[in-house]
Each structure stands twice: as C-alpha cells, then as structure tokens.
Nanobody, 125 residues
Framework: QLQLVESGGDSVEAGGSLRLSCKAS????????MAWFRQAPGMEREGVAA???????KYADSVKGRFTISKDIRNNTLTLDMGSLNPEDTAMYYC???????????????????WGQGTQVTVSS
C-alpha cells in the first residue's frame, strides 16, 4: 500500500526554522517526482518545492533562498528545511508524489497522484 506520512509541523515565531519530513512506505521515492505543497485557510493549495528526475529542483518564488527540499533515498524520506519563516508561511503542508516518472518535477498539483495527510505549520509575528 502506498503511503506518505508527514511530520515536523509546529508553531514557531517569525524568523524561526523548521524541518518537515515525509516518510514514504510501500514503494521507493527514487524514481518519482516528489514535492511539498501548502494550503492556508481560505486559499488554494500552492506548490512550494519539488524535486525529481535528474535531481532537478524547483521552488516557488516566495520561498527561494529560504527553503531547501531534499530526497533521502536510503531512508525513503523527503525533507523540507524552512528558514526565515514569516507569518505568510502559515499553512498546512502536504507531501506529494508522482507515479514513476522521467519527466521533470513541477509545482503543478495535477502532476502528483499520491498525497499525505498534511502537517500544520504556524508562524507568529
């Protein structure tokens, strides 16, 4: 059974840092595009960062220079290191994965077939 489980969400003050993790089970992440999305209350879900074929990485403009996405193939885990957090980063963060793919990863929801349940990040000013 394919499963993605996120962890690491928390409440932090502006300027703080967090590391989110997404543990995959049932299959390997090595040949799949993986991404983090987020959704704030009343807002549409948006792509934050993606990594995939050829280890090519894509970030949303709003997080460039502050967030880092990485794949740990040995532990079958996707991570998102978030720094210089601000209240606009407050959202539920979701991990997503495609079926096995050789296409470049994107920040488009439609590319991703599998989703985790999310982990909440709250940043206070």
């Amino acid at each position: 059974q394919l499963q993605l489980v996120e962890s690491g969400g928390d409440s932090v003050e502006a300027g703080g840092s967090l590391r989110l993790s997404c543990k995959a089970s049932g299959w390997s992440i090595s040949n799949r595009n993986m991404a983090w999305f987020r959704q704030a209350p009343g807002m549409e879900r948006e792509g934050v960062a993606a990594v995939g074929w050829g280890d090519l990485i894509k970030y949303a403009d709003s997080v460039k220079g502050r967030f880092t996405i990485s794949k740990d193939i040995r532990n079958n885990t996707l991570t998102l290191d978030m720094g210089s957090l601000n209240p606009e980063d407050t959202a539920m963060y979701y991990c997503a994965a495609t079926s096995p793919s050789s296409e470049p990863a994107t920040l488009s929801e439609g590319q991703y077939r599998y989703w985790g349940q999310g982990t909440q990040v709250t940043v206070s000013s």
